[in-house]
Nanobody
């Protein structure tokens, strides 16, 4: 089983960029599909992007397509989310998760603690 730790969140102005990282412990990192999610206050957890075990296929929610890029480096046990053209509505706690490849949070059973992203207008 892996443990996941997110980093890279912070405060950024609208139009700016951030890169989130999700570092994993354990030797089985490459056996999991991975995903990025976010949750804003009072809202449900939203799937942003997902990537298969090899990194050969990806999924993006319409809300982030063309602005966010998911990637993974299995040699480094790390997944990334490059976020460009950030908007105030991107403000949320961002989570990474591991599990089966899918577009909903129910496909993922291992979760990090989250990192706050705040986009100012």
């Amino acid at each position: 089983q892996v443990q996941l730790v997110e980093s890279g969140g912070g405060l950024v102005q609208a139009g700016g960029s951030l890169r989130l990282s999700c570092a994993a412990s354990g030797r089985t990192f490459s056996t999991y599909a991975l995903g990025w999610f976010r949750q804003a206050p009072g809202k449900e957890r939203e799937t942003l992007a997902a990537i298969t075990r090899s990194g050969g296929s990806t999924y993006y929610a319409d809300s982030v397509k063309g602005r966010f890029t998911i990637s993974r480096d299995n040699a480094k046990n790390t997944m990334y989310l490059q976020m460009n053209s950030l908007k105030p509505e991107d403000t949320a706690v961002y989570y990474c998760a591991a599990g089966q490849y899918g577009s909903t949070r129910y496909s993922y059973n291992l979760w990090g603690q989250g990192t706050q992203v705040t986009v100012s207008s």
